[in-house]
Every structure is written in C-alpha cells, then in structure tokens.
C-alpha cells in the first residue's frame, strides 16, 4: 500500500526506501522533548526512558486513508499493553495538518473498539514531526529505554497490531497487561447516545456519569471553531438525558464534545441538515 508523502519525495523514496524519521535513523539517540497532548496530559520522553519504558509514537493526519485503515491496530497495541499503565507508552502524533479537535477525533472515528492514545496536536505535533523528519503517513517508531530509535518505519502493518510487536527489540521485556484506563473509565461522564443524528436541529444526548460532577458541551465546525457551548451545571451519578438546540447552527459537520470540568470526556461527530 502506497502512503501519502509530498509529490517531490515519490521518486527519491522509491528509489532509496528514505527513512520514515529522516532525522533519526535506526540506533541514533533522540533528543529529548516534552509536549502536552490534547487533554492537557504532559509527556516527557527522558522520563519514560529512565522509568524503564519504551515508546512509540504514530505520526498521523485525519484525511490520511492509510492512517485511517492502520489506526485499529495501534488502538490495539496501546490498549493490549496496558494503557500507557505498562511497558510501552503510545503516543499519536498530528503532523500539523489538522486542529486539535479534529486530530483527537482521529482515534475516535477510526481507532475501532479500543481505547486510543494521547493525541499531540496542531501546534506541538507539527513541530515533533518536522524534529522527527517525518514525510510519510502514517509513520511508526519505537524508542529505546536507552533513547535510541529501534525502528524508525514499522511498516507495512501487514499482520496488523502483531507488526508493531515485532518491532520489540529482543529482549526488551514489554509485556502486555490490562487496560487500567479504557475509554469508559476515562471518563466522568460519557455521552452514550446522541439522537437524532443527522438532526435538523434538536438532539437528545444521553450520558452516564460515574460520579457527581460538572459538565459542559461544546459544539465545534470542523475547523475546531467553538460555535456553541452549554453549561449543564453539576449532574448527578448515574444516566442524565438532556436536549441541545442547534437550530442556529449552518448546515454542516459539527464535532460535540462534553467536559468534566477542564477534562475532554466525549466527543461525537454530529451532522445537521434541514
């Protein structure tokens, strides 16, 4: 399967096969880096390495075909080896492309029945792929407890999330384990179902709340404009139902997402159409 990359690098890759983190070939050391992922959770790579991990990152785009049809099995991996909770930290890396709306919704709309990894987005993510050298997308790599690149290009995922396995180094100790956060317990609260979807105006959300807590919705148009936002106030354990009124809201694709105080806990793609 071919993946996307610019038009002037098709035929020096065809030719020499460029490695997919240009700047950072197999055995060579990464530089340290920090970023805060769309949730506002920081990740510093030193800290993992010397805490005995590894990790990997996927370099993405929301419209990437490629990135899309890959996107389960590394939903797969993050979740099978424990949620960043375990050997392995997952990290879904935006090249810069999308706003951050759209690139946390990535994992949502493609990821499949799994849980999906920390996204880093527009800003943070545009830069790590441009330190990375990144041209194709997808594009996966796997650091070293010792900082150094394993696999630059884990590609093409032909046996699906047993691909990204065998990229382990031997010896390398990662073991899978449960999930101590899937995307249930990630949440406070949950929008379960949002009705009716397309709607011409009205839609009834249910949620279900695992404890007492403040909400908030936003509705977003996809080019991560804020163009709604209700405050549901403080809701109580257990299933809520409520109605939001889009009626003044264009035509179009919205993204709505529902908050736990400052924590993003749900995001559904709604279209409305009169």
């Not at 510093?44 to 785009?61: E, P, Q, R, S, W």
């Not at 493609?110 to 990375?132: E, I, K, N, R, S």
């Not at 696999?151 to 046996?159: E, H, K, Q, T």
């Not at 390398?172 to 999930?179: D, E, K, R, T």
Request: proline share 5%.
């Amino acid at each position: 399967m071919m993946r996307l990359l610019p038009c002037s690098f098709l035929m020096l890759a065809t030719s020499f096969g460029i490695a997919q983190t240009s700047n950072y070939p197999i055995g060579s050391t990464v530089d340290d880096f920090t970023v805060v992922d769309t949730q506002g959770e920081t990740h510093h790579l030193y800290a993992y390495t010397a805490a005995g991990k590894h990790v990997m990152l996927d370099f993405f785009f929301y419209n990437c075909g490629p990135c899309q049809i890959n996107a389960p099995y590394y939903n797969q991996l993050f979740e099978t080896y424990g949620c960043n909770g375990g050997d392995l930290i997952c990290i879904s890396v935006n090249n810069g492309s999308d706003t951050d709306a759209l690139a946390e919704q990535f994992g949502v709309d493609f990821g499949g029945d799994f849980a999906h990894p920390p996204t880093v987005g527009q800003v943070q993510g545009g830069a790590l792929t441009d330190v990375f050298g990144v041209s194709y997308s997808p594009t996966f790599c796997l650091i070293g407890t010792d900082n150094k690149i394993k696999d630059d290009d884990v590609w093409p995922l032909s046996n699906g999330m047993a691909s990204l396995v065998a990229s382990f180094p031997a010896g390398s100790g990662i073991q899978p384990m449960a999930c101590a956060t899937s995307i249930g317990e990630y949440a406070l609260s949950a929008v379960t179902e949002v009705y009716p979807n397309p709607t011409s105006g009205t839609v009834t959300l249910n949620m279900t709340l695992d404890r007492t807590a403040p909400v908030r919705l936003e509705v977003l148009d996809l080019l991560g404009k804020t163009v709604l936002r209700s405050d549901l106030g403080t809701l109580m354990t257990g299933n809520t139902t409520r109605n939001i009124d889009l009626g003044a809201l264009a035509n179009g694709q919205y993204l709505l997402r529902a908050f736990t105080g400052d924590k993003l806990t749900s995001a559904t793609r709604i279209a409305l159409a009169r």
